[in-house]
C-alpha cells in the first residue's frame, strides 16, 4: 500500500513540473494530429494530464466512490487520449474544455461499470444517482424523507419510475448455486 501511495504521489509529482500550453500551440498540435500525427497527439496528452486530476478531485461523488484513484487517473487519462483525437479548435475554446466533458462522460461510464458486482446499465445508473440527490435535497428541506410523489415532481418523472428505480436499487444479488432444474422455469431452458 505504501508503495503504491508512492508511486501515485510521484506520478502526480512529475505530473505539476509539465507546463501547459498556449492557445495556439494546442490550435497547432490539433491540425497535426488531424493529419496523423502521434507526436502531436502524446504532446497534447501529456501537457494536459494534470488537468484530468484537476477534472477528477472536482467530482466528489468519484473520489468517494469504491474505483481507486490510480484506476480513475487511468480512465481519465484514456478520455483524454480520446478527446485529443476528436477536438477540432474554433473560436476561442481551448482544449480543456473540450476535453472536459469527454473526460466527465468517460470516467462516469468506467466508474459505473466497474462499481457493481452485476453492471447496471449507464443510464440507469445516472437515474440512481439523481435519484439519490433529489432524496437528500428534499430530505434537508422537508426536514423529512420525501414521498415518491415529491420525489417524481422534483425530478420531472413518474412515481412510477422513481419507484422502479427504488426498487433495482434496493435488490440483492441472487446467487447462482441458488438455482437448480427444479426451480427453474420451462421458458427459462
Known amino acids: 500500500m505504501r508503495n503504491k501511495k508512492n508511486a501515485l504521489s510521484d506520478y502526480l509529482r512529475t505530473l505539476y513540473n509539465i507546463p501547459t500550453l498556449s492557445r495556439d500551440i494546442e490550435a497547432q498540435l490539433a491540425q497535426r494530429i488531424a493529419q496523423g500525427d502521434e507526436e502531436a497527439l502524446e504532446k497534447l496528452v501529456t501537457h494536459n494530464l494534470r ?14 466512490s469504491s474505483v481507486d484513484m490510480e484506476d480513475m487517473l487511468g480512465f481519465g487519462n484514456e478520455a483524454l487520449i480520446l478527446a485529443a483525437r ?13 476535453a472536459k466533458k469527454v473526460i466527465i462522460t468517460e470516467v462516469n461510464r468506467a466508474v459505473a461499470n466497474t462499481k457493481n458486482i452485476i453492471r447496471l446499465p449507464v443510464n440507469i445508473t445516472e437515474e440512481i444517482r439523481k435519484n439519490k440527490y433529489a432524496e437528500r435535497i428534499l430530505t434537508q428541506e422537508l426536514g423529512r424523507k420525501p414521498t415518491t410523489n415529491e420525489l417524481a415532481d422534483y425530478l420531472d418523472s413518474t412515481p412510477e419510475r422513481v419507484t422502479y428505480i427504488n426498487s433495482v436499487l434496493n435488490k440483492e444479488p441472487i446467487s ?14
Do not use: C
Not at 486530476?53 to 473520489?63: A, E, F, L, R
Not at 476528436?86 to 473540450?98: D, E, N, T
Not at 447462482?176 to 431452458?189: H, Y
Open 51 to 64: 488537468f484530468v486530476v484537476t477534472v477528477i478531485k472536482s467530482m466528489p461523488h468519484w473520489t468517494h
Open 86 to 98: 476528436k477536438w477540432q479548435p474554433m473560436g476561442k475554446i481551448r482544449f480543456a474544455s473540450y
Open 176 to 189: 447462482m448455486e441458488s438455482f437448480s432444474n427444479d426451480n427453474l422455469k420451462e421458458e427459462d431452458e
